[in-house]
C-alpha cells in the first residue's frame, strides 16, 4: 500500500489568491480579503502586523507568480522586505 504524505501547512498557498492586491499595492481592491473574514479598514487596508504575517506565509508563492516587467516592485517587498525561509534568504535578487 503507498505512503500517503501529509501536506506542509507551513508551504501551503491558500489565501494568496486573496492577500495578491494587498502584496502589489497595500490595498484590498476587491474585497476579497474582506469577504474572507480579515478586518480591513473604509479604505481597503488590513492591519500592518496581519499583512507582514501573511507576507512572510506566503510572499515566497507571490514571488514565484509571473509579472510583468514595467510594473514597479510589490509594494509589501518594499514595505516588508524580502520574504524569509527558515531563517534564511531563498534568493537575493528578487525583481
Known sequence: MP???RKNKKRSTDGL???ESVFSTGYDLLWELQMSGVDVDE???PSAD???AA???LGEAYME???HPD???PWALEQFGAPWIKGRRRRQSLC
Open 17 to 19: 489568491n486573496e492577500w
Open 65 to 67: 507568480l509571473p509579472r
Open 71 to 73: 510594473l514597479p516592485p
Open 50 to 52: 496581519e499583512t507582514e
Open 43 to 45: 479604505y481597503g487596508q
Open 55 to 57: 507576507w512572510r506565509r
Open 3 to 5: 505512503i500517503r504524505h
